[in-house]
């Protein structure tokens, strides 16, 4: 599968627990996104890289969360304290060099106890 | 900053019907407009985009239109199938020299009934 892949698919945990999300980009994209997705909603714009320089973050990106990509491949998305309202699907996208398209991962649904 | 408002929320149609879902931006420097198609537990498929340089573009039985005055772009499909339900998702960019976040708009459910 050389689509974008993201792990774990699924993560419960319970409220003050720190979690940590993988996502492993398309062969060669040096861009990469991240992306929240609540029920019925869109996608928001969190975060994005481009290798392994972090480059935008959103307001939505409170200290509680941090995100890297050490060697311009993978990135690794934590969130420290973790909050109820931190549930969400959390999604990675990425594109290559100056290209527009973004290809999505599938996810990994955060749920926050 | 940018802000996209989509509708409808939900449309059904029978199956071999037209579906048209609308979207509307606020900053008229956005000039990519991608259209994804999210299945239940399934990631957002980009199913075709435009630029602002462009008016229309077509790819077999899906569509979308610019209108840059108005900064309204809509998605068309035509003869539609049971397969076409799904979550559609609008998105506008203002790509810059290292990236383009999207701003998406909140989805439209799309039903076909068989």
């Known amino acids: 599968d050389t689509g974008v892949s993201q792990n774990p698919r699924h993560k419960i945990t319970k409220r003050g627990q720190n979690v940590t999300f993988r996502c492993d980009p398309i062969?060669?994209?040096?861009?990469l996104y991240w992306y929240r997705q609540t029920l019925g909603q869109g996608p928001e714009f969190l975060t994005y890289?481009?290798?392994?320089?972090?480059?935008?973050k959103s307001r939505l990106l409170s200290d509680r969360f941090s995100a890297e990509r050490p060697k311009g491949s993978f990135s690794t998305l934590e969130i420290q304290r973790t909050e109820q309202g931190d549930s969400a699907m959390y999604l990675c996208?990425?594109?290559?060099?100056?290209?527009?398209?973004?290809?999505f991962g599938p996810g990994t649904r955060l749920t926050v106890l | 900053g940018e802000n996209v408002e989509q509708h409808p929320s939900t449309l059904s149609v029978q199956e071999g019907d037209s579906a048209v879902i609308k979207c509307t931006y606020s900053?008229?420097?956005?000039?990519?407009f991608p259209w994804y198609k999210q299945e239940l537990g399934k990631r957002p498929q980009l199913i075709i985009d435009?630029?602002?340089?462009?008016g229309e573009k077509k790819d077999q039985r899906i569509a979308v239109t610019l209108n840059k005055t108005a900064k309204h772009f809509s998605l068309h499909i035509t003869e539609t199938q049971p397969e076409d339900s799904a979550v559609y998702f609008c998105?506008?960019?203002?790509?810059?020299?290292?990236?383009?976040?999207?701003?998406f708009g909140a989805g439209t459910i799309l039903r076909v009934k068989s």
């Open positions: 996208a990425s594109s290559f060099r100056e290209r527009y398209e973004q290809f």
């Open positions: 062969s060669e994209h040096n861009r």
């Open positions: 890289f481009q290798n392994e320089a972090q480059l935008e």
């Open positions: 900053d008229s420097a956005s000039n990519y």
């Open positions: 435009i630029r602002s340089n462009v």
């Open positions: 998105a506008a960019s203002i790509p810059q020299e290292y990236g383009n976040k999207l701003v």
